[in-house]
């Protein structure tokens, strides 16, 4: 396994209305899920091509520190992301 496998890069951090997100390596059909601090799924991308620059809009949502977990069939990345 490539030391870039699993590699995921999110900007900017801290975000005010949307973020970038990079992730590398192999995803079939990932989801991508933004989770609150109750662990409540509070928005969904699905269908996403994640190696290039994807932005997800988080506007609308209340300033928090949420979870970001990017999943497919064979592996399941957190991060944390700020909204501002």
Not at 41 to 46: A, L, P
């Amino acid at each position: 396994m490539g030391g870039e496998e699993n590699s995921v890069k999110l900007f900017p951090n801290p975000a005010s209305s949307e973020f970038n997100l990079i992730a590398s390596g192999e995803w079939e059909q990932p989801q991508v899920s933004l989770i609150d601090a109750a662990g409540r799924i509070v928005r969904q991308w699905t269908g996403l091509d994640l190696n290039g620059n994807t932005p997800l809009s988080i506007s609308g949502l209340p300033p928090a520190v949420y979870q970001i977990r990017i999943a497919d069939e064979n592996k399941v990345i957190t991060r944390r992301v700020v909204k501002r």
